[in-house]
Every structure is written in structure tokens, then in C-alpha cells.
């Protein structure tokens, strides 16, 4: 994306990692897709990115493999939204992981602006990025919430990625 030099060859898997993971413009863009948010313009508005802003961001987060488009009918207009691939769903841990952090090392400036993870299968939230500290289970987006207290009153399932061709699930609706 071209933001800084390129580091996807670097020896340090970190730095590999960074070079995609690194990019908070990129970090939120996911966090709205794991939110159910994938289409560019309620993207846009949540972030208050510019368009070049959030289009390089998407093109990249695509390019990495970390989402895909996914044709949608806009009232008789075909247009795309972004969905999460199965390594962009994986990117969850760290995403809980930077939630959780800084709710326990950042003041926060109101007391709206919290953010929890919530295992949904027991309701609980989680101070651990990849499992629920309240019942043991192994966290994945299928089973957890984020509760953004100035978003909903109430934890919103996260996204997941579409089963693929492989994976097709009996009900038919895989595309
Ligand atoms: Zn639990």
C-alpha cells in the first residue's frame, strides 16, 4: 500500500505480520467487516476515511487475502461488498487482543467509550484474546461478540467468513 517501505520480506515473522497487520486505517476497516459493516459506504461513515483513504485500504486488505468482494444488488445496481476470507477471520485474536489491552492500559476520554469482548456462548467478557477467562472455550468469530458501548446497547455477533465451494453447508445459500 505503500504507506512506508516494504517489509513483506523481512526474517522476522513479526515484522511480515506488521507489514499487513500494522496499518490502523487497515486495523478498523476489519473491525467494521467483523461488525457486519462491508460495504464502502457505511464503511466511509463509520470511519470518516476519505475515499482514497479507504479505497487503498481496501485494495490492499484485499491483495493481502485478508477480504474479498462479494457482488451485491443495490436496488437493481450490482455493486460490491467486502467480506472476510478465512485468514482475515483469523486476524480476530489480534484484534480482541488490542481491545483488551487498552481497556486495562488506556484511560478511556467518557464513560460511553468502552469496548468488551464477549464470549457468546456464555455471555461473559473475556480478558483474553483467544479464549473465554469465564468458561474456558476457545474464542472464534462464530462464537464472539464485541460490545462497543457508543455503538449498540447490546454485543453484536461478529461476521465470518462465507463457507467456500469446499465447505458448501447444506442449505443451499453458499454462492
Ligand atoms: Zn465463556
Redesign the pocket.
Known sequence: MALRSDWSRRTCSMARGLDILGDPWGMLVLREVFFGNGRFDAIKARLGASDSVLTRRLAALVEAGLLTRRPYDDGGRPRQEYVLTAKGEDVLPVLNAVVIWSEKHLSAPSEQAHMFVV?S????R?TSADS?T????RLTAENTSWHSLTRTATPVSLATAPATQETTQTNGTAA
Do not use: D, I, V, Y
Open positions: 464470549h456462548g456464555c455471555g461473559q473475556t473465554c469465564a468458561c474456558g472455550k
